[in-house]
C-alpha cells in the first residue's frame, strides 16, 4: 500500500519529547509529503531527535521549522537535504541558524531542480563574507535551479550593494528579497534631510491623488 499523507503539526504539548514519537511515526510510513512545525517551540533536542527521521521520507515536498530553535542541529538537516529530490518549498525563518550553517543550508541545496522557494530570514547572517557565499551558490547553480521564485533573507543586516549587484544577475528569481518592511522604512528614514531644529523632513516630495 502507498499512501501519500501530509502531515502538518500546530502544536504539540511537550515539543521537545513529542518529536521522538513523531519521528516514528515518519519512519514507519515514509509517505509524507509535508511537514509543518511552525512556531512549536521546539530546540536543538528535539530535533535532533526528528531530522534522521526525513530520511525515510523522501517524498517531501514542503518543509516548514519556522521560528524554533535549530541551531546546531541543522547538521542533519542538511545532511539529509540533497536526498530531498522533490522538495519544492523550504522555510526555515527565526530559527538561530547562524552564519555557517545558512550558507550550509544554501549549498545542501544546490542541485534541487524541483525547489521553488526557500525563505531563511532572520537567522543571523550578518557578515558580508557569508552573504555573498550565499549569493554565489545560487548564481553558480542558477540552471540546476531553474525553478527557483522565491528566495527571502529578511532581518538578516544584508548589504545593501551587495545585493543590488546579485539581484541584477540572479534576474531569474521572481521574489527575492533581503529586507523588510522595518528596515525599509528605518532607511528611509535616514535619508530624510532634517531641518534646522534636528527634525527630518522630506524634500521634493510629491503627492498625487
Excluded: H, W
Amino acid at each position: 500500500m502507498n499512501l501519500k499523507i501530509q502531515i502538518i503539526f500546530l502544536i504539540l504539548i511537550n515539543p521537545n519529547s513529542q518529536p521522538i514519537k513523531i519521528c516514528r511515526v515518519l519512519s514507519k510510513f515514509g509517505t509524507f509529503e509535508r511537514i509543518e512545525f511552525a512556531q512549536n517551540g521546539i530546540n536543538e533536542e528535539g530535533f535532533n531527535s526528528f531530522f534522521p527521521s526525513l530520511k525515510d521520507n523522501l517524498n517531501l515536498r514542503i518543509i516548514n521549522l519556522e521560528d524554533n530553535t535549530i541551531k546546531n542541529s541543522s547538521k542533519l538537516l542538511i545532511e539529509i537535504l540533497p536526498d530531498l529530490k522533490k522538495l519544492q518549498s523550504l522555510i526555515i525563518n527565526d530559527s538561530l541558524l547562524t552564519e555557517k550553517n545558512s550558507v550550509n543550508l544554501f549549498e545542501a541545496v544546490k542541485n534541487l531542480e524541483n525547489l521553488k522557494i526557500i525563505q531563511c530570514n532572520y537567522n543571523e547572517i550578518e557578515n558580508i563574507k557569508s552573504q555573498k557565499k550565499i549569493f554565489q551558490v545560487l548564481l553558480e547553480n542558477k540552471e540546476k535551479l531553474k525553478n527557483l521564485k522565491k528566495v527571502t533573507l529578511k532581518g538578516n543586516e544584508i548589504d545593501k550593494d551587495l545585493f543590488k549587484e546579485y539581484s541584477q544577475k540572479l534576474d531569474n528569481i521572481d521574489e527575492f528579497e533581503a529586507y523588510s518592511d522595518e528596515e525599509l522604512e528605518a532607511d528611509l528614514y535616514d535619508e530624510l534631510e532634517e531641518d534646522e531644529f534636528g527634525n527630518k523632513r522630506m524634500e521634493k516630495m510629491k503627492i498625487i491623488d
